[in-house]
């Protein structure tokens, strides 16, 4: 779920009470998770009480968008959340698990290659020097 992305020009007069009822509902029949992209993804602006929305549903909660390591725990520390998903990270980031685990600092990603339909700035983001990386 996604109750602030405005992408393509989405939006809702009411995404508080809108997403309440969503996870309400979602938290009856049995979902093994709720995935939430929390906020705008083109910004870290949020506007609705995720929390909320976390505690109208009965399972497991996965939250996403604008995650670094440090938000990431102070989130789980909180139960805010019971998984992080990260995905902006792991596309620059291809040993990203590595990377938190030891801080190695990470890549920054490239914006204006995610959605150009190559493989430039998909596949191309390097490995930390710092580790032994095998696959």
Same mark, same amino acid.
């Given at each position: 779920?996604?109750?602030?992305?405005?992408?393509?020009?989405?939006?809702?007069?009411?995404?508080?009470?809108?997403?309440?009822?969503?996870?309400?509902?979602?938290?009856?029949?049995?979902?093994?998770?709720?995935?939430? !992209?929390?906020?705008?993804?083109?910004?870290?602006?949020? *506007?609705? #009480?995720?929390?909320?929305?976390? @505690?109208?549903?009965?399972? &497991?909660?996965?939250?996403?968008?604008?995650?670094?390591?440090?938000?990431?725990?102070?989130?789980?520390?909180?139960?805010?959340?019971?998984?992080?998903?990260?995905?902006?990270?792991?596309?620059?980031?291809?040993?990203?698990?590595?990377? !938190?685990?030891?801080?190695?600092?990470?890549?920054?990603? *490239?914006? #204006?290659?995610?959605?150009?339909? @190559?493989?430039?700035?998909? &596949?191309?983001?390097?490995?930390?020097?710092?580790?032994?990386?095998?696959?």
């Amino acid at each position: 779920l996604s109750p602030e992305n405005g992408f393509n020009s989405m939006s809702d007069s009411n995404p508080q009470q809108h997403f309440e009822t969503i996870a309400n509902k979602l938290g009856t029949r049995g979902l093994a998770y709720l995935h939430v !992209l929390e906020g705008n993804m083109l910004t870290r602006q949020r *506007d609705v #009480d995720y929390r909320t929305i976390r @505690d109208c549903f009965n399972g &497991i909660y996965i939250a996403n968008n604008g995650y670094d390591k440090a938000r990431a725990q102070a989130a789980l520390a909180n139960d805010d959340c019971d998984l992080v998903a990260f995905g902006v990270p792991f596309l620059a980031n291809p040993d990203l698990v590595e990377r !938190l685990k030891t801080d190695i600092p990470l890549n920054t990603p *490239d914006q #204006d290659t995610f959605y150009g339909g @190559d493989k430039k700035g998909y &596949i191309d983001y390097p490995f930390s020097k710092k580790q032994d990386v095998k696959f």
